[in-house]
């Protein structure tokens, strides 16, 4: 099971970024997938979630919704993060994670598998 993340960058207050995630090794299609971030000195947290397959039902952490949209492209087994509106907040080490569910659950340990991360860097 493999995930690269892809996407990150530098980008001023406002500005958006589209993270990708390209998946391989599983059934894309059969697990949920989740976006957590990871700031300097702090703790991995949850960021969005998606179900499974076609059902696309999404799951957000209050900072974000309304910013940031989870999507997934499953005949490119492909995740995607769409981030606009970014703050400075935003700043971290973005990772995308296959979830051991259909289910996007918020908790680190739902997830078995990780990316190796993409910086997103928010800064004027």
């Known amino acids: 099971e493999q995930l690269v993340e892809s996407g990150g960058g530098l980008v001023q207050p406002g500005g958006s970024l589209r993270l990708s995630c390209a998946a391989s090794?599983?059934?894309?299609?059969?697990?949920?997938m989740g976006w957590f971030r990871q700031a300097p000195g702090k703790e991995r947290e949850f960021v969005a979630g998606?179900?499974?397959?076609?059902?696309?039902?999404?799951t957000y952490i209050d900072d974000v919704k309304g910013r940031f949209t989870i999507s997934r492209d499953n005949a490119k087994n492909t995740l995607y993060l769409q981030m606009n509106g970014l703050k400075s907040a935003d700043t971290a080490d973005y990772y995308c994670?296959?979830?051991?569910?259909?289910?996007?659950?918020?908790?680190?340990?739902?997830?078995?598998?990780w990316g190796q991360g993409t910086q997103v860097t928010v800064s004027s």
């Open positions: 998606i179900s499974w397959g076609d059902d696309n039902s999404n």
């Open positions: 994670a296959k979830g051991i569910s259909t289910t996007p659950f918020s908790l680190p340990g739902m997830y078995d598998a």
């Open positions: 090794g599983f059934i894309f299609s059969h697990y949920a």
